[in-house]
């Protein structure tokens, strides 16, 4: 009997000391994935342009060299999304596809711009579905708005000033981004305005 009770105790013991170590070690897994995968939520930025400053004109290049402009005045008359993105920004897949619907259901120009090796870029927009988004390489876009963490995205209105400038990783964030832009046909009227007087 009292054999039966110092194995059973043993045994216990043993299965404690292994559920430990595993708690442990999924406690350190769940941290590691948390810091990776967690919305950044809403950060302050401090430097490069900023909300209501005007973007200038630039002539950035997508992957494959066709020159498309960013900034100034949009002569389709819309308003332009920017999202800086990195191929090694988790976050930065996650938030693209909200980002498209987004900008689809405001009617909004999406444009992604790369930061970092060209050859990763290349390679993500081979992996990613960007449905027709442009994937543009400009290193003066981002020396001229400095962003320092991913995803950060830009509104531009129709004349290429910039409305907000935010780090967003959710839905509601982005919409948030979004609605900072003026209506289209609001917009319109005040530069019909202008014009006539």
Same mark, same amino acid.
């Given at each position: ?5 110092? $194995? ?14 595993? &708690? ?14 967690? *919305?950044?939520?809403?950060? *302050?930025?401090?430097?490069?342009? !900023?909300?209501? !400053?005007?973007? =200038? ?11 498309? %402009? $960013?900034?100034?005045?949009? *002569? ?18 996650? #938030?693209?596809?909200?980002?498209? %619907? ?6 909004? @120009? ?7 090796? $060209? ?11 960007? @449905?027709?988004? *442009? ?5 003066? /876009?981002?020396?001229?708005? !400095?962003?320092?963490?991913?995803? #950060?995205?830009?509104?531009? @209105? ?10 967003? %990783? %959710? ?6 981004? &979004?609605?900072? /832009?003026? =209506? ?14």
């Amino acid at each position: 009997m009292m054999t039966v009770l110092i $194995v059973s105790t043993v045994l216990l013991t043993v299965c404690v000391l292994a559920l430990g170590v595993g &708690v442990f070690v999924l406690a350190r897994q769940i941290g590691v994935l948390h810091e990776r995968l967690a *919305p950044i939520g809403v950060q *302050p930025v401090l430097a490069g342009l !900023q909300a209501g !400053q005007a973007l =200038p004109q630039i002539t950035a290049r997508t992957l494959d060299g066709t020159a498309v %402009s $960013v900034g100034g005045l949009n *002569p389709s008359g819309r308003a332009m999304v920017l999202m800086f993105a990195s191929a090694d920004c988790p976050v930065c897949k996650r #938030t693209l596809p909200t980002a498209r %619907s987004v900008a689809k259901e405001h009617d909004l @120009d999406l444009v992604l711009i790369g930061e970092g090796d $060209v050859a990763a870029l290349s390679a993500m927009a081979s992996r990613t579905s960007l @449905d027709g988004v *442009p994937l543009l390489l400009s290193t003066e /876009l981002l020396l001229l708005m !400095q962003i320092e963490r991913l995803p #950060t995205l830009v509104a531009l @209105d129709a004349r290429g000033v910039i409305t907000a400038r935010e780090i967003a %990783s %959710s839905r509601r964030e982005i919409e948030a981004l &979004v609605a900072t /832009l003026p =209506p289209v046909r609001q917009a319109l009227t005040e530069e019909s305005l202008h014009v006539a007087v």
